[in-house]
């Protein structure tokens, strides 16, 4: 299900696991009602006024949202013009690749670039 996030708060909570980062959000689809759940690699970078991907449970009378992962999009890795190759040693050539890195997932990788 697409949500348009209206609001969205983030607050360190203590778990039996260690603390972990709850994730409210109030979007367009559920009025007033807020939607909880987890910080997460692909939530992490969510903000006010984009529409995001995620699948929401009632839980009793809480809301609960999860983040679906989304896949590398095809639009995201392009190969460039011919103008862009050069030559290696061998007189081979090599083309380069141009990455829109906006659109990459990054996955469980955990390392700032």
């Not at 890795?77 to 007189?91: A, F």
């Amino acid at each position: 299900m697409i949500l348009n996030i209206l609001s969205i708060s983030r607050k360190p909570k203590q778990t039996q696991y260690g603390e972990k980062i709850s994730v409210g959000l109030k979007t367009k689809e559920y009025g007033e009602k807020w939607l909880n759940g987890w910080q997460d690699e692909v939530n992490v970078n969510w903000q006010k006024g984009q529409a995001v991907e995620a699948t929401v449970e009632q839980n009793g009378d809480w809301l609960n949202f999860k983040a679906i992962k989304p896949s590398v999009n095809p639009e995201a890795i392009t190969t460039s013009q011919p103008q862009n190759t050069s030559t290696s040693q061998t007189g081979a050539k090599k083309e380069q690749l141009n990455v829109d890195w906006d659109k990459i997932s990054w996955g469980k990788c955990k390392t700032l670039f």
